[in-house]
């Protein structure tokens, strides 16, 4: 009975000391295989906006891309300001936005999930506008 406490004792220390020495982090997912088409759910509010997000591996290294808007109000609309480190993908479009039809920067930051999936948030700064944005790999 005393070998057996002994026993669960050192593994419930020897799991503890592993999980301070090797923390669990998210995988990254290589920024190659994140290249394709994408659906993207926008929710803001009450409105429900339809995005398809194109991206290529760009010549230096990272991505790069185009987003363009189900009904047309814009196409081909270049990403800039790309970050992709620690699972997490970010990026920067200007295009026109409700209400006014007006370009403003919109700004999305997106959490990776997989090669197939991503969630994450866009903001309109200049309208303080935020909403919920849902990606899946086309």
């Known amino acids: 009975m005393m070998k057996k406490r002994t026993f669960f004792r050192n593994l419930a220390i020897l799991t503890t000391l592993l999980a301070?020495?090797?923390p669990l982090r998210a995988v990254q997912t290589a920024p190659e295989a994140l290249a394709g088409t994408w659906?993207?759910?926008v929710y803001v509010e009450t409105e429900v906006y339809y995005l398809?997000?194109?991206l290529r591996a760009a010549a230096g290294g990272g991505l790069e891309g185009t987003v363009s808007e189900s009904y047309g109000s814009f196409t081909d609309v270049s990403i800039g300001e790309v970050k992709y480190e620690d699972a997490n993908l970010?990026?920067?479009i200007s295009a026109p936005?409700?209400?006014d039809g007006l370009e403003r920067t919109v700004s999305f930051d997106f959490a990776v999930k997989d090669e197939a999936?991503?969630?994450g948030t866009l903001g309109v700064p200049d309208l303080?506008?935020?909403g919920r944005a849902v990606a899946?790999?086309?």
């Open 117 to 119: 999936s991503m969630e």
């Open 52 to 54: 398809t997000l194109t």
């Open 20 to 22: 301070v020495a090797f």
């Open 128 to 130: 303080g506008v935020a």
């Open 136 to 138: 899946a790999k086309s």
């Open 90 to 92: 970010s990026f920067q």
């Open 39 to 41: 659906s993207v759910e």
């Open 97 to 99: 936005t409700p209400p």
